[in-house]
């Protein structure tokens, strides 16, 4: 069993506390800057503010400034932060790293170089960038993504929960599956790095357009029920995994990941009811960007980083490791980035989906 | 534009009369024996009594005992029948086909002679057997099937629908996707019919395990909400996805239309409040099958016909044209046989899932 320290103490970095914590770890979690009040509710009584529940004792909890001491002894590295927090925490850790694995729940993907790159890559490019201080072998140059449908609240309640684990050192993605496992979080290994995490980034963007089909209902006059717009959004899910399928193949991943926890298992999860779903149905609706990022009061949105990141890639024309992707090849994500760049209504293109209509 | 004659005025063979009038079809709706009072009361007021909603006035209602006059000049033929009245169609339609292509929404699979079939070749043997009146060149004997997730009540009302046709006649799949699309009814072609069809019968025993966790979160307490069981749900959800592929690799088919829309598609659809999701939540709150079938009232459980015939099918060891297939492969089907054969309790095997957790 290790000593496990987790940077982010958001809903999701605090909940993956508990599989830790039920796998026999010692654990402790670490507020970035942005958790100070979390940080000191749950020193103060274990209560957690945003997950609006109570951890264990067994988890200890740190503020920023006490991050060497709940480095000091730690065998495993888990990070909780947002996709915009993995170059800050790759810096935040650096001086504490040496022999320990580096695992990741943090989802996104990163337009450099003309490449996409996904954020396992970004962290460890981020190390390195700091200097000669760590061996090239050292495992945090090959951190471990965890993907797959994960609610916090739920895992946080000790709900069945399957995950995917990969990353660019297959062994090392076994180990770390093996070490988190307990009877009800199940965690699998992939050794397809760029197709697990290309899928867990694009599900925040597709899971937008699912929603479009509840926005544009509820604007008929429509109830919610189960007569509404389901085969219109049915038929925008299939196309979603379709389109993640040829993304990763462009990528040179392996196009059966979309087809795991990672693609189908978490966008299906990511539309119920979630902020990205709510977005989504306001845009539906007939709001514009501009209003529907008003509507939704500051909340986090990670699709209109993905869509603008992906709108950078396939206007680029690249060729990936996989070939070439042209807009032809992906019609919904190529709506959806006209809806938020350009302010198109929604009118999703059903006649180009799948194969086409031209016969 | 053509004459259609449908038989079966259940719901979704009635909501079908709305594209194809749309697309300019004259359409003529003859019922089963089942269907008496439907029609009645269609010939009546255009009200139809299980879809709850008025059909245009263009669209021709006819009691079985006026099939000859409704086949007078009729240039399409549309099954709108179960599974199980297939055959009987067949040999009903019989005295009245020549030149007339065949399309039909009917949605299972049969064990037969060692093999699984799809329902389309069903029909075609059943014409076969009555003799040498057809000539075996005659477009009916390659019947079109049509699959997707297609909520009846939602066509009726003409929400945008995408749909996939196939059959073993790929030419004439493009011909009869070109005839009844409308700017709301988007009807691709597919030359995979094994793929297809099978997808679009699995998926009705696949809801039913997806919506478990609805009946293990209501049994534990729980209320619906956000924060339930959806992890549980949505990996299930996943699995059955790469079983639907496994199966239909199995049978010969193109693993790839279990990602479009019979496959991901109509099973997402079907997880919306229908009954199949009913039934599975009442076996996941704990109820055997026996008191989950009694609670449905009659309900027509087309996951118990799936899951019969797919026992047969995986029992048999059976090679299909694509290889083996054990049940080790296709672990929550295995689940589900054991649930409803065998009144096993809901416990999902979530380690034997995706690859599998031996490492």
Redesign the interface.
Known sequence: MSTITILGAGMMGSAWCLPLIDAGHSVRLVGTHLDEAIIAQLKQNRHHLKLNYSLPDAVQPFQLSELGEAMAGCEIVGLGVSSQGVRWAARTLAPWLSSQPVMMISKGLEWQAGQLQILPDIFSQELALLGPQLKPSAPCFAPVGVA????A???A?R????V?MTGRNPELV?QL??AV?TPYY?????PDAVGVETCAALKNAYAMAIAFAVGLHRASGGEA???????????V??QA??EM?RIVEWLGGDSSS????A????L??TC???RTGRFGALLGSGLNREQAVEAMQGATLECLDILATMKQAVDSAGSGAGGELSWQRVPLLQHMVEVVAANAPVN?P??R???G?E?
Chains 1, 2 share one sequence.
């Open positions: 797959g449908p994960c609610i609240g739920e895992l309640r709900v069945e929960t399957c995917v076994k599956a093996r496992r199940h965690a699998f290994a992939s029920g189960s007569i509404a717009m389901h085969n219109h959004e049915s038929a899910f299939a995994v379709v399928q979309a087809v795991g926890l693609g189908v298992g978490d299906d999860v119920n009811g979630g999703v059903f006649p989906f799948f194969g209509l016969l």
